[in-house]
Structure formats: C-alpha cells, structure tokens
C-alpha cells in the first residue's frame, strides 16, 4: 500500500485562511485555535493508521506544513511526529483497558518486576514493523 496520494493531498491543504485571518489582525492565540480546528485536525485524521508507513518525503512534506503555519502564527506548534507518538500510546492504554477488543491480546505484559512494559510482537514485514502495533 503506498500512503503518497493520501499524503500528497493533505500536504497540498491550503494555508490560505490562515493567512488571511493573520492579515485581519486575529492574535495568535485565536490563529493557533483556527490552525488547530481546521488544519492540525485533517493532517492528523487516523494518523496511528498511516503516518507510521509514510516514506520520509511524505513526513518531510507534511512537516513543511506545520512549520509554514507555524511561521504565520508566529508561535510553536507541535511537530507531526510527536503527535503520531502521543496517539499511538493513548490508543494502546486504551486497549490495553479495554479486555474485549480485538487486540486485546496483542499486548501482554512482562514480568511483574518490568510493570508498564510489555512484549513486542516478532515481525515479518516492514510494514508490520512501521505500523501501529510495533
């Protein structure tokens, strides 16, 4: 599966409000808000599915993005990647809680001294390996 299209579209995601909302004097903590509700919303939509298989030019052009917003708000917005990573770990807590789901079984937990970690899954494939499960 190639995420290029999927990414292509998003990173092409028009700034234009934003640029817009910055020349009608908003402040930047309503900018970031608006950065946050319209922009950071499509980019990080079911993030944990794709952007662990994104090739490094999909992150890079994804990551030109925020920083473009990032310097027409003109304050620090939070990095692509660190957001992935933040999702990825309120998703498995909330699996690990969750005794029903499916993947419930995925993540088992080492032995009591190790409390917090848990066993990697042994994978086959690289796309196994970029995904959310590893």
Known sequence: MNWSTHTDSFAQQRLFNLRRLKKFGLSPKALTNFYRCTIESILSGCITAWYGNCSTNNRKALQRVVRSAQRIIGGKLPALQDTYTTRCHRKAKKIIKDNNHPSHC?????????????????????????????
Do not use: D, H, M, V
């Not at 995925?106 to 499960?133: D, H, M, V, W």
């Open 106 to 134: 995925l993540f088992s937990p080492l032995s009591s001294r190790r409390r917090g970690q848990y066993r990697c899954i042994k994978a086959g494939t690289e796309r196994l390996k970029n995904s959310f499960y590893l």
